[in-house]
């Protein structure tokens, strides 16, 4: 099992990013995937979920209108699109799927926000 993410970087405040992650060795399609963020000194917690068909999503009050989250199951991956990043948001971000007893981890994606 492998979650690859790429996308994070630095980014000014303002600014745009878009995460991904590609997954393999599970089948992506019948998988839950979400992204969650860690930032120094925090707890991790869930930033945004969308369900197995891609048809629900979920969000953290403090992102919604301004990160979406969508997936390819043809491509395997699910991605993150992060508008309007702020500097409190600076983080590792890290994809996880989930279908129970399953729960797996990438192995996480620093952005950074500052000007």
């Known amino acids: 099992v492998q979650l690859v993410e790429s996308g994070g970087g630095l980014v000014q405040p303002g600014g745009s990013l878009r995460l991904s992650c590609a997954a393999s060795g599970f089948t992506f399609s019948s998988y839950v995937m979400s992204w969650y963020r860690q930032a120094p000194g925090k707890e991790r917690e869930l930033v945004a979920l969308i369900s197995s068909g891609g048809g629900s999503t979920n969000y953290a009050d403090s992102v919604k209108g301004r990160f979406t989250i969508s997936r390819d199951n043809v491509k395997n991956t699910v991605y993150l699109r992060m508008n309007s990043l702020k500097p409190e948001e600076t983080a590792v971000y890290y994809c996880?799927?989930?279908?129970?007893?399953?729960?797996?981890w990438s192995q996480g994606t620093q952005v950074t926000v500052t000007s």
């Open positions: 996880n799927a989930v279908r129970w007893p399953d729960n797996y």
